[in-house]
């Protein structure tokens, strides 16, 4: 069984197999998508193809559309070259339940995977083309919250930043360079309507597109490197950026799901691990529960999704249910299970799980720590969204995650996942800051982390990170089972408001992160004799 056109043509076999097929003519749809495309998405990773992509998929065997989605991956083109092309855009996507069931869907709703790169002309060529069509009306990302930095730790443009702002929108080099000169495309052919919509695990996601591409259309505007009115069209009402919040917990492709579809018969599952460290195989695991819940503000109009269960709101809305699983529910337990996960050896979150200090420490972040500033978004129920959380989803025996996976850019996402209730404590007369003590605690073990050391006193490897060069450099400073003087070496990490989205210092947290740190530090085993310490 190979999954391709030609290796599903043998439709007999795949669902014998217990495979659900496409149950539309791909062909039909593949045309379709090319005449009149609405819906491009950048970033083509394993979340857009274990959820969005199947939400597609379910509309079209509904009969609810009739066209696909364009896949674009312009960080990383080797997904393209190595995986979409040579399995015609197919995926198999296999979904772990709780109960141990294992549902496999063929995903054919990507019916044309693009790199997105002026080098590559021909797929660069055909982006402009899709962007001039008045049909389009979503571009969406997921591309990692770094996707959306334009500048270094120093505050200065990154190279491929400075070089596009400089040169134009002829042949950009960086991420965002490329998407704000495919957007000046669509500028270009008529000033055409559209939602750019970013679906990336960060706070007020919409505003960080809004706030790149705007710097490069206000900065080409201005040097004359782009027709007059590009920038005042993007902060128009005819481009908007609305916010979502996503929610798939879907790991990297585990070896156990490729020996069920290898047994299942199913030829040419390899993984691969692209030079830039993306993990990809034809086939994607993920959980079953899913959210996608999207600002409803669509200025090209837009296709009835919500009968594949994306959920369109307004914009307070999105921020309370985003806030609510970013901040509070979901993300910060994971980050707090994957330092100390890395620390300790696991190689899975529910092992983690299973150990009583690390299931009852995301247990008072969640509920003590973190859930007195929840505000109720409405549409979905707080404390029953963490509950699953923590009772079903991340505990989940079926779910090959892993704290590695969770590990990387760590030093990106604390600000949103801790950094926001810390504010709300301090902006609180009713809640004092000094109460928290497992979110220290957490940063303690981050900075224990970055040490690159275990609890055994081994090296291990760290996730990558973009500040691990800087991080590292600090860190190294200090030697395991020595004392050190944290003033000097800490202070200008737990000062970093970048970071920790607060001043620590100033936050008056800082002292309790040394102190834990300090205990962490006192040498092997220590890591574990302070959480169980701390973790009454
Ligand atoms: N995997 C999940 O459980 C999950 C769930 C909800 C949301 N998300 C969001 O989706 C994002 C991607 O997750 P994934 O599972 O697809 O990861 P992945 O590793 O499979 O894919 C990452 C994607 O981001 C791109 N990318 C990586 N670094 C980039 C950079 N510096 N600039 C631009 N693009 C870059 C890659 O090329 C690839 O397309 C996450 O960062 C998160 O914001 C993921
Ligand atoms: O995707 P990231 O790198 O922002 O974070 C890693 C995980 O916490 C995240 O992917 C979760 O699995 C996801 O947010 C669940 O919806």
Redesign the pocket.
């Known amino acids: 069984m190979r999954l391709n056109e030609e290796g599903l043509k043998n439709r007999q076999e795949w669902e014998a197999a217990g495979y659900a097929l496409p149950q539309y003519d791909r062909q039909a749809v593949k045309k379709k998508t090319e005449e009149a495309p609405f819906w491009i998405h950048f970033g083509a990773g394993n979340?857009f193809r274990a959820f969005q992509a199947n939400v597609v998929q379910n509309l079209l065997n509904d009969g609810v559309l009739d066209r696909g989605l364009i896949a674009a991956e312009g960080f990383d083109g080797e997904i393209v070259e190595k995986l979409y092309r040579p399995h015609d855009s197919y995926s198999v996507l296999v979904t772990l339940k709780a109960d141990g069931t294992v549902e496999k869907t063929v995903v054919g709703s990507v019916v044309e995977a693009l790199v997105a790169d002026p080098a590559k002309e021909e797929d660069f060529s055909r982006l402009r083309e899709i962007f001039r069509q008045p049909s389009l009306q979503m571009a969406t990302f997921t591309i990692?919250?770094k996707g959306y930095s334009l500048k270094n730790a120093a505050g200065e443009y990154l190279d491929a930043v400075a070089a596009d702002m400089e040169a134009g929108p002829e042949k950009p080099v960086s991420y965002i360079g490329k998407v704000s000169s495919l957007l000046y495309e669509r500028f270009l052919a008529g000033e055409l309507p559209i939602a750019m919509v970013s679906m990336?695990?960060?706070s007020h996601n919409g505003d960080k597109l809004c706030a790149a591409i705007s710097a490069y259309a206000e900065t080409w505007d201005k040097k004359g490197l782009v027709k007059e009115g590009f920038a005042a069209y993007v902060s128009g009402k005819k481009v908007s950026f609305p916010w979502t919040m996503?929610?798939?917990?879907?790991?990297r492709p585990d070896e156990t799901v490729k020996g069920i579809l290898l047994n299942d018969g199913i030829e040419d599952l390899d993984q691969i691990v692209t030079s830039k460290k993306t993990y990809a195989a034809p086939f994607v695991n993920a959980e079953e529960c899913e959210y996608l819940v999207i600002e409803d503000d669509f200025p090209n109009g837009r296709e009835a999704l919500e009968k594949g269960g994306l959920i369109f709101t307004d914009r307070e809305t999105v921020d309370k249910v985003e806030k609510m699983?970013?901040c509070t529910c979901?993300?910060p337990l994971?980050?707090t299970l994957?330092v100390f996960g890395c620390l300790l050896g696991y190689d899975l979150i529910s092992k983690e799980m299973k150990d009583p200090v690390l299931k009852k420490l995301v247990e008072i972040i969640g509920h003590e720590e973190g859930m007195p500033v929840v505000v109720d978004p409405g549409i979905i129920r707080p404390e029953k969204f963490l509950d699953e959380v923590l009772n079903v989803r991340i505990p989940n025996p079926f779910m090959p995650?892993t704290p590695q996976?969770?590990a990387?850019?760590t030093s990106q996402?604390l600000a949103i996942r801790f950094g926001e209730t810390i504010k709300a404590y301090m902006a609180s007369d009713k809640l004092d800051v000094k109460n928290l003590k497992r979110i220290p605690l957490v940063f303690a073990g981050w900075l224990r982390y970055l040490m690159g050391i275990n609890d055994k006193g081994e090296k291990f490897e760290l996730s990558p990170d973009p500040m691990l060069p800087t991080l590292c450099a600090v860190m190294e400073q200090v030697k395991l089972g020595e004392s050190f003087d944290a003033e000097k070496i800490l202070k200008p990490v737990l000062s970093d408001e970048k970071i920790f989205g607060v001043d620590l210092y100033k936050a008056g947290l800082a002292d309790d992160v040394i102190k834990y740190f300090t205990e962490m530090n006192a040498g092997p085993g220590a890591v574990e004799a302070v959480l169980k310490k701390y973790t009454a």
């Open positions: 979340i990692t919250e990336d695990n960060c996503i929610d798939k917990i879907t790991p699983k970013v979901l993300n994971h980050t994957a995650d996976r969770i990387t850019d996402k």
